[in-house]
């Protein structure tokens, strides 16, 4: 296991009704902007929660957060949220809303362009304090300090993360996330099943809990994710789902182990060209980058068809084929596609072109071990094209 430091300051407020409970957490009198997305919040009741919650408080609203946030409308609410003296953001939405908001209260503050946050990871020395009710569980933003922004004009989609970005607190109210369409409760089981995998589909580092804590998610999402998406109001399956999604991505599975994140680093590249679901796009990646790194990769391959799908029979390469066979059936059973040709406007020189992306930003040597080069990025993407 290799050295770690390890905080979340993130307060989880899970469970029914828990959003009333915001107002134990922000002090009466607060200016507090609520920003949101196209309009689900407004017709599943969360709105009417929020506000209710917030009666003690001066409220500044800003709606029309996009999915895949874009850097123009954010900037629209830094503007309004300067102007308006606020003092605390709460976002209240998915991933979307919840990495918008980051950027705007990293803005807020900020000195000098604000797309460098984005751009050049230029570090903040403030930002403004965030809360967060989650809607959609999938992406773990409610509790870490990543955020995800889009820049149309340029076709960019960059992460940043600061320690200043955990939000201070995040209310995980199961019955909020039942209004949400199939296609989106499918998504975040992906999306949370892959960012388990980064963390763990490297290489073994003697991190024995750590495997355990990944495997026991994997099994979970692999238990509740279609049990979910059956039955949208079955309580405790959408609430070990949730659970399941905030625990793959607060921090705790990545301690001590190396990581991945090569497919999410392709993945964005897939979603800035052409607007595929951000989930779609690791679903449409990852089995493939796990066959081309397989060498690398064959300790935690062999470890992972066993001990999540209790492969024991057959030859190492074919229980390997086993495993990547397996999940690329999960996923699609989920209905995400895992090839990229089944997406229409996807074009043929894509391979090339997300190599060459990957390339210009100098991201050159991706992967727990730094192996995954533009050239290896093409071999990915190229079995991926195959019909
Ligand atoms: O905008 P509204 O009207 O709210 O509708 C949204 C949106 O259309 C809808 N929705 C959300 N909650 C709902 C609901 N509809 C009905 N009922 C509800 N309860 O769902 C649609 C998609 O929302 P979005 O927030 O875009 O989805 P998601 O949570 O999957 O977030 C995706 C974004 O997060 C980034 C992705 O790249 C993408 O930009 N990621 C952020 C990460 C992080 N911060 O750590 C890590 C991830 O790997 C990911 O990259
Ligand atoms: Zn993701």
Redesign the pocket.
């Known amino acids: 296991m290799t050295n770690f430091e390890y905080r979340n300051p993130t307060k989880i407020l899970f469970g029914k009704g828990q959003i009333a409970s915001i107002a134990k957490e922000i002090a009466p009198g607060t200016k507090v902007m609520v920003t949101?997305?196209?309009?689900?919040?407004?017709?599943?009741g969360?709105y009417e929660q929020t506000m209710a919650a917030l009666s003690g408080c001066t409220v500044v609203e800003f709606g029309g957060?996009?999915?895949?946030?874009e850097y123009e409308t954010l900037m629209k609410a830094v503007r309004l949220g300067r102007a308006e003296k606020v003092e605390l953001l709460l976002a209240v939405?998915?991933?979307?809303?919840?990495?918008g908001t980051?950027f705007i209260a990293a803005a807020i503050p900020f000195e000098g362009e604000e797309w460098d946050i984005v751009r050049k990871g230029a570090p903040l020395e403030r930002s403004m304090p965030i809360g967060s009710i989650?809607?959609?569980?999938?992406?773990?933003?409610e509790s870490?300090?990543?955020?995800?922004?889009?820049r149309r004009e340029t076709s960019e989609?960059l992460?940043f993360a600061s320690d200043h970005s955990y939000p201070q607190f995040a209310v995980l109210d199961p019955e909020?996330?039942?209004?949400?369409?199939p296609r989106?409760v499918a998504?975040?089981v992906v999306?949370a099943f892959?960012?388990t995998m980064e963390q763990y589909m490297t290489f073994p580092a003697k991190a024995e809990l750590n495997d355990r804590f990944a495997e026991g998610i994997l099994q979970t999402l692999l238990e509740v994710g279609p049990r979910t998406l059956a039955n949208p109001e079955e309580y405790d399956a959408r609430a070990t789902f949730v659970w399941s999604a905030t625990l793959a991505?607060n921090g705790l599975i990545g301690c001590g182990v190396p990581q991945d994140w090569a497919t999410?680093m392709i993945?964005?590249e897939l979603?800035a060209l052409y607007g595929i679901?951000?989930?779609r796009t690791?679903a449409a990646v990852a089995p493939h980058l796990w066959r081309v790194c397989q060498e690398g990769k064959a300790a935690k391959l062999l470890q992972y068809a066993e001990r999540v799908w209790g492969i024991k029979d057959g030859s190492a390469a074919e229980r390997m084929e086993a495993g990547i066979r397996k999940t690329e059936e999960f996923f699609e059973a989920m209905g995400l596609p895992t090839k990229l040709s089944k997406y229409e406007n996807v074009q043929a020189g894509t391979a090339q072109e997300v190599a060459a992306r990957l390339e210009g930003r100098g991201f050159k040597k991706l992967g727990e071990r730094g192996e995954v080069t533009p050239a290896l990025v093409e071999q990915i993407l190229a079995r991926s094209l195959a019909a």
Request: charged share 10%; aromatic share 4%.
């Open positions: 949101y997305g196209g309009g689900s919040i407004k017709s599943n969360v957060i996009e999915p895949n946030p939405g998915g991933g979307s809303v919840l990495d980051k989650l809607t959609l569980p999938a992406t773990g933003s870490n300090a990543f955020a995800v922004i889009s989609k992460a909020t996330t039942f209004s949400l369409p989106q998504n975040g999306d892959v960012h991505l999410h993945g964005h979603t679901d951000h989930a690791l």
